[in-house]
């Protein structure tokens, strides 16, 4: 089957792999996606970026544990947003660490993150891929080129798209970034989806991205909207003074030829078969011994 993209790489901790302590290694398939970040809760604030979406395969070594990590979305707040918390893979020869979407903001630049946060009022979006790896992990948030009139805000990015610019005048605020899909668990799914900018007096709002990016609001009469939990989906913002949507929660999947499957996890992840391999999924943080 074909899988995925192969975005992301394992990190060795030690190459020691075929020593004498614990069994043979064997290869798995990873997704590792963190936490989107919060838009921001403001008049003039921006959508949220994306968690880090990393995917690839790595060998884990039979006997030991993996600790598995998995972010949560930023919290709401008013004004500027929060960032998403990282997911995380860490065990004896394979160690990847997705980082937390970049906040939303309220006239400021955008929060630097997994993917950036966009830019309110005329400032620029944040910086995504932070810190950086190869292949990228995220994109960089749209800025906002006006504080005038509309004053639309910068969209979020996206795992594969860069969130969109807000305009002023007669322009519109900036959509959140598309994220990027995954068959991992034998379906084809989106993750990673930047959070859609808002728009002040008759600027409107911006959707979300692909992959759970929440839509941005419309001072009065729509709210933004959250990122999705489970796809790592960043916050829309909320064009008034008060809480901001929240980001989504991140996703880690391990996917492990039923051949070598131990059965020994931590955390109740839901376990699931595609053809010869099972696909493990953590929701919440836990373990897998290979």
Known sequence: MPLLSTRGSSSAKGFGLT????????????????GGGSGGGAGLASGAGAGGFRTSTGDVKGGK???ITVGNGGAGAGGAGNPGQDSIIDGVGLSITSAGGGRGVDSATGGDGGSGGGGGNGSPGGSGNTPSTSPAQGTNGGGSTGSLTCRGSGGGGGASQAGGTGTSGSGSSGYGGAGTASSITGTSITYAGGGGGGGWENCSGASGGAGGGGNGGSYPSRPGQAG??????????TQAIGSSPPGGKGVVILRIPTANYTGTTTGSPTVTTDGSFKVVKYTGSGSYTA
Do not use: E, F, K, Q
Request: zero cysteines.
């Open 19 to 34: 020593s004498s302590s614990g069994g043979p290694p064997y290869t798995i398939t990873y997704l590792v996606v963190a």
């Open 65 to 67: 544990t993996y600790t």
């Open 228 to 237: 999705t939990d489970g796809l790592g989906g960043g916050g829309g913002n």
